[in-house]
């Protein structure tokens, strides 16, 4: 079993559809990134937490550390946000990222 | 603030040749981190460095190798490619002074023929 699991792997919406993402993981963490990858290969941190909720413009982080659970919410989708959305833990006894296997997501316009 | 950035973008190479990447870390940014990415998966750790030291490794075998410099730019070196090898190569810049946040660089696409 993968340290860090992604739901879902896929997942196409309309444009204005509210998304969500969910990631579990089953190590112990000191913090949580959200990453996006466009095609052509280039990650942005999106978030990194470590407890509560972030908020940044459409985008809304959340993380519930006993569940070992976060969440990526879109409001108000758009084609632009179609990329992949990668999910990866900082482990408490390592500065390395795990990295779940993304979610690919399209949003049809 | 200058983001991290690597070269080549992109490289074709053949089965046994040597390759070597390179990443510039981000202004105030000691710690490099390398990321293997196959096509359709998540990026695998492949070592990092803090302060020209290798500071962890990941399931990679010796012919991966790597190099800090003084200003903290760091070198991935890989040996004897093979056809496997093929794929987007990352680093990632970070300070433990500020949380240990990585940031990503464009990356390296190798192609191995």
């Known amino acids: 079993k993968n340290e860090v699991e992604q739901s879902p792997q896929n997942l196409t919406a309309q444009e204005g559809e509210f998304i969500t993402i969910n990631c579990s993981y089953s190590v112990g963490i000191s913090a949580l990134h959200w990453l996006q990858q466009h095609p052509g290969g280039g990650i942005v941190s999106l978030f990194m937490l470590s407890s509560g909720k972030k908020k940044h413009g459409r985008l809304i982080a959340t993380i519930n550390i006993q569940e070992k659970h976060s969440s990526l919410h879109i409001t108000a989708s758009h084609p632009r946000d179609s990329a992949v959305y990668i999910c990866?833990?900082?482990?408490?006894?390592?500065?390395?990222?795990?990295f779940g296997s993304g979610t690919q997501l399209t949003v049809l316009p | 603030e200058t983001g991290v950035t690597q070269s080549p973008t992109h490289l074709i190479k053949t089965r046994g040749q040597q390759v070597t990447l390179r990443c510039s870390s981000q202004?105030?940014?000691?710690?490099v981190s390398w990321y293997q990415q196959a096509l359709g998966q998540g990026p695998q750790f492949i070592f990092q460095?803090?302060?020209?030291?290798?500071?962890g490794r990941g399931n990679f075998p010796p012919r991966f190798s790597g190099l800090q410099f003084p200003n903290y730019s760091s070198e991935l070196n890989v040996n004897a490619l093979e056809l496997d090898d093929s794929a987007l190569y990352l680093c990632?810049?970070?300070?433990?002074?500020?949380?240990?946040?990585?940031?990503f660089g464009p990356g390296t696409r190798l192609t191995v023929l």
């Open positions: 990632a810049s970070s300070s433990p002074g500020q949380g240990n946040e990585q940031f």
């Open positions: 202004s105030g940014h000691n710690t």
């Open positions: 460095y803090y302060r020209e030291e290798e500071n």
């Open positions: 990866a833990v900082l482990r408490s006894s390592a500065r390395q990222l795990t």
